[in-house]
């Protein structure tokens, strides 16, 4: 590495700013002091101004500029304004339990906007490879960033230098030079000096005929604590892609149903749902509801298993339960790592269809009940002895393609048509039925069976959000040393003093990293207790 020879006779390495035995600026003169270099490395090399020749070094440089993060940070805060203007599909209110429900949910939730948005990724941005890439970036430059400045800065605190060059203190913004009377100890006013200052709180450094006081240097540390803090953030957001430390899952609950919960061996089981509605006594004022109610709470009465089988790929489940009890809004039901949290419902919807079969031919004479589960059809029921009814097809969302062909456009039983076969096996008699909004659709006009409706089974489906997070803890840990660092370089302030007699002479400057009133107090009233024959100049750049 190329180095840069001072006149002090110390050789510094290159993109050194001050000499780092005297403190002389290296590539700039001082005159009137408007051009001294920046403080805030104390003049050090920093990494990314001494190496510029490999590979290595010129992504170190791409990385290590403030810009380029703040531009990745930009980009980052771009996506999420964006991944927030539709919910995620993770949050989407209704159940969709495959891909093409998604699409078809976006697009006619949102029309053409809702397919874009769909088609370039955003409805599951969080997860997305280029976003978590955006993220790894980000930690990159925070680090590089960090290691780039952290180093000199460090070794110029660790090694302070007191009998600083004249011109490095005539750069500071505050400075004073005047002569000292002959009879004056300068030994003396360096002890005086010294004392004064250290009353104040100052730590102080002496040399021969240099002193240098300092306090608050720890808030310099406060934005490479702020680094460390959000680079363990980011550890604890990146690690939620690791399998096994992060699962955000939503799932549908049919009352009476029992589903497994998606990359883990649980089963849940709705036993019930109910919303508790606030009654008018226990309102504190008379609302006009016009007829309307107030929900309280929601919640699923709901029973939590385990598959012992889970390991055992095809094995049929051995489900043991491991919890029983409520899920309420804000009052999950806990198991280990595993949250299930009530996020949502849908109440009063079509559960089953309930017909009796009936022969018309005989005055209308009942052969017996059938269920038709719009979930989970029976593809085949015995209805009375020798008479059966199969399931020719389902529809649960039906609609008419553009072939001509009956079709669905959900999965969800919003307009379901079912096609039954009815079949005597004692007369070998079979008649085909259509189910179809409210009405039925016979083979024959003068077919031997009928349908007489009953009373559908109304069901509420809860939506349950389940959360594994292992990554939290680190996540709220890299969030309080942000805060511990925001405090430090927020009310605490770097302040240095240097008192130095020279000649005869007796020259004094002061530097702090803000707050240049608390220091010019402090300065003023350090001449005036001493009686120091200067005069403090405050300029305008240090």
């Given at each position: ?10 050789t510094n ?22 051009a ?29 500029s ?15 304004a ?37 088609g ?6 969080y997860?997305s490879w280029?976003?978590?890439t ?20 460090y ?24 002569e ?21 709180g100052?730590?102080i ?20 604590v ?81 598959n012992?089988?889970?390991?055992v ?6 489900l ?21 949290y009530?996020s ?12 009796v ?10 052969l017996g009940p ?6 989970n ?20 969302d ?21 096609a ?39 069901i ?6 389940v959360?594994?997070d ?8 890299g969030a ?10 927020f009310?605490?302030?770097?302040r240095r ?38 005069t403090v ?6």
């Amino acid at each position: 590495m190329d180095q840069r020879k001072c006149e002090c006779g110390h050789t510094n390495p290159v993109g050194t700013l001050l000499c780092e035995s005297c403190g002389k600026p290296l590539n700039v003169e001082v005159y009137e002091q408007t051009a001294f270099p920046d403080m805030r490395y104390e003049g050090m090399a920093r990494r990314s101004q001494t190496y510029t020749k490999k590979w290595i070094d010129r992504i170190w440089n791409y990385f290590s500029s403030v810009k380029i993060a703040i531009g990745i940070i930009i980009v980052i805060l771009v996506a999420s304004a964006v991944g927030t203007i539709f919910p995620q599909q993770q949050y989407i209110p209704v159940p969709v339990p495959t891909e093409a429900d998604v699409a078809r949910f976006y697009t006619d939730t949102y029309g053409v906007l809702g397919t874009v948005y769909y088609g370039l990724g955003f409805h599951n941005l969080y997860s997305s490879w280029w976003f978590v890439t955006l993220l790894v970036l980000l930690g990159t430059s925070l680090v590089i960033c960090s290691l780039d400045r952290v180093i000199p800065l460090y070794k110029a605190l660790s090694k302070p230098r007191l009998n600083q060059h004249k011109s490095f203190l005539k750069g500071q913004k505050l400075f004073a030079e005047g002569e000292l009377a002959p009879d004056v100890d300068q030994a003396e006013l360096l002890d005086s000096s010294a004392l004064a200052l250290k009353k104040k709180g100052y730590r102080i450094f002496r040399a021969e005929r240099a002193i240098m006081a300092e306090k608050g240097r720890f808030s310099r540390w406060g934005p490479y604590v702020n680094h460390i803090g959000l680079i363990l953030f980011l550890i604890g957001v990146l690690m939620r892609n690791i399998p096994g430390f992060y699962m955000d899952e939503f799932v549908w609950v049919r009352e009476g149903q029992t589903v497994a919960i998606p990359d883990t061996p649980y089963y849940i089981k709705s036993e019930n749902y109910h919303t508790e509605y606030w009654s008018e006594e226990e309102m504190p004022a008379k609302l006009e509801l016009n007829g309307g109610v107030i929900p309280k709470s929601f919640q699923t009465d709901a029973i939590l298993y385990v598959n012992k089988n889970a390991e055992v790929p095809g094995k049929k489940p051995d489900l043991i339960e491991v919890q029983k009890g409520p899920i309420i809004v804000n009052h999950p039901m806990m198991e280990g790592d595993l949250a299930i949290y009530q996020s949502g419902v849908q109440e009063m919807q079509l559960g089953a269809l309930n017909f009796v079969l009936v022969d018309v031919k005989q005055g209308n004479k009942e052969l017996g009940p059938i269920k038709i589960d719009l979930y989970n059809p029976a593809a085949e029921q015995e209805i009375a002895a020798g008479i059966k009814v199969r399931v020719l097809d389902y529809f649960p969302d039906f609609i008419m393609g553009k072939d001509g062909k009956p079709a669905t456009q959900t999965n969800l039983p919003k307009n379901p048509m079912v096609a039954l076969e009815i079949v005597d096996e004692s007369t070998n008699q079979n008649e085909k039925l259509v189910y179809l909004q409210g009405s039925v659709l016979t083979q024959k006009s003068d077919g031997r069976f009928g349908l007489v409706f009953k009373k559908p089974d109304l069901i509420d489906i809860s939506g349950l959000n389940v959360r594994i997070d292992k990554a939290v803890p680190l996540i709220y840990f890299g969030a309080f040393i942000f805060m511990i660092g925001v405090v430090m370089g927020f009310f605490w302030q770097h302040r240095r003093v240097w008192v130095q007699t020279q000649e005869g002479t007796v020259l004094l400057a002061a530097h702090t990293n803000k707050n240049w009133f608390g220091l010019r107090r402090e300065v003023d009233g350090l001449v005036e207790q001493l009686k120091l024959p200067v005069t403090v100049e405050e300029k305008t750049k240090a």
